[in-house]
């Protein structure tokens, strides 16, 4: 079995779809041929809003061991930024986003002044004493591929590269800031030589891919999907929610977009549609959605606010606990950034498809053509609320009616979209690369 080192900022405890991708490859790895050791820092506090996830551990270094490998848990000091906003919160506002633009410049004038500087020396001095056969990093593109840079030129260590969702590219880092344009244009410089040697670069979508590909004129570049754990949704789950009630389950957090402007309008012509007793039987859960805050999320709580017997919301939940309010939800509401036919796949379709439920994805702009299962009863998209209305009246009647609603995905179709399968295609990557790059 060859070992693999993984470095992550983002591990269970901490519960964000970061974490899971990581720990899904840690989970099972051993199955073919990799025995995983991951470094990543403590995550002793609950995760509430996003200033949590960077809240400084000083707790010392906890190493546990289990069949599947291992996992390294740094103290982590934190950033100037990381405890300044520990200690003021939102409190000095200006000196605060001084804090964070130098943040975000400091790698790239020296090592030295990079944040994940611990996982690197960590790392450096595991890898001269047990010697792994391989270095994984998963992070937000790109001041920790520094790290996989530096390793690879001292051990000539074969390294892989995680993107995740390609921050550069996403709709978290288009801007008109002449700031974040510079810092942009200072990000795809390191990123070339970062990548000089790297042995495999990987990404959550088909499109992320592509362009990753393109842009680094790189053919190396892999989709590995972020998955469903199929364990999670076994058939001896107990049904979270009251008999006979007709349930609409969102979990996750949403970002700062309108597309719930158009979920509560088509909604509210839903519910005005039914009789009053049937009214009182629809209910609407939002599960960890308390992260991120924003339009999306504001809309929700005007929702709560409007109709407070029929919305309900929970605090984010561990993936297994959330697992059954998605097995046994009538809808399960997907919201999707932008066009649905570029091709980003939101990590929660995954875990809903294999549920069976039929998915309702809301987008806040025009565009019905997706890559995922087209043509499918698995997902259906609304750009409208007369489209949600209509939806969801549709499987309240077949429901009311005795019909069955389930999609039409089949046990083979699932596992191709779980986290095993998954993990499985990037093990045999790995193997295949034991030389580095060529």
């Known amino acids: 079995m060859k070992k693999i080192l993984i470095l992550s900022y983002f591990f269970p405890p901490c519960n964000m779809v970061a974490s899971q991708r990581i720990y899904s490859w840690y989970r099972h790895f051993h199955k073919f041929g990799l025995y995983p050791v991951v470094v990543t820092r403590h995550w002793n506090h609950e995760i509430d809003t996003l200033p949590d996830l960077s ?3 000083n707790s010392p270094l906890r190493i546990e061991k289990n069949e599947w490998g291992e996992v390294h848990y740094l103290p982590y000091r ?5 405890r300044f906003m520990t200690r003021y919160g939102n409190r000095y506002a200006l000196f605060r986003r001084f804090l964070t633009l130098a943040e975000l410049f400091a790698p790239y ?3 030295a002044l990079n944040p994940f500087r611990s996982f690197r020396e960590y790392a450096d001095a595991y890898i001269a004493d047990h010697k792994p056969s391989f270095l994984l990093i998963s992070a937000n593109p790109y001041t920790l591929f520094q790290a996989g840079h530096y390793l690879q030129k001292k ?3 074969p390294w892989f590269a995680d993107y995740r969702d390609d921050w550069t590219q996403n709709h978290l880092r288009r801007t008109t800031s002449l700031l974040q344009k510079g810092l942009l244009r200072i990000e795809k410089r390191a990123e070339k030589k970062y990548m000089e040697q790297v042995s495999a670069i990987l990404s959550v979508s088909g499109v992320l891919v592509k362009q990753i590909a393109a842009r680094l004129k790189k053919d190396n570049v892999y989709l590995i999907e972020n998955g469903a754990e199929l364990d999670f949704y076994n058939t001896d789950l107990k049904n979270p929610y009251p008999e006979q009630n007709f349930v609409i389950c969102y979990t996750g957090i949403m970002y700062d977009f309108g597309y719930m402007d158009t979920f509560y309008e088509g909604f509210r012509q839903f519910i005005s549609g039914l009789g009053k007793e049937e009214a009182a039987a629809v209910q609407v859960y939002f599960i960890g959605t308390e992260t991120n805050a ?6 929700m709580t005007e929702l709560a606010a409007a109709y407070p017997q029929n919305v309900v919301i929970l605090k984010k939940l561990p993936a297994p606990e959330v697992a059954p309010y998605q097995l046994f939800a009538d809808v399960l509401l997907n919201l999707i950034v932008g066009n649905p036919a570029d091709g980003i796949i939101g990590a929660k379709t995954y875990t809903y498809a294999v549920t069976g439920r039929p998915i309702l994805a809301v987008t806040h702009v025009p565009g ?3 890559p995922f ?3 499918r009863d698995i997902q259906y998209i609304a750009n409208t609320a007369g489209e949600v ?12 009616q005795g019909q069955d609603t389930r999609t039409s995905i089949t046990d083979g179709e699932k596992y191709t979209l779980s986290r095993e399968y998954n993990a499985r295609k990037l093990a045999e990557i790995i193997l295949e690369n034991e030389k580095g790059p060529q």
Request: hydrophobic fraction near 25%.
């Open 155 to 157: 051990f000539g260590i």
């Open 109 to 111: 004038i020296h090592p």
């Open 55 to 57: 809240r400084p551990d």
């Open 368 to 370: 019905k053509d997706s």
């Open 389 to 400: 209305c209509s939806f969801l009246s549709d499987i309240y009647r077949r429901g009311r």
């Open 78 to 82: 934190g950033t100037l930024r990381d």
């Open 294 to 299: 924003g339009r999306a999320r504001d809309k």
């Open 373 to 375: 299962f087209p043509g």
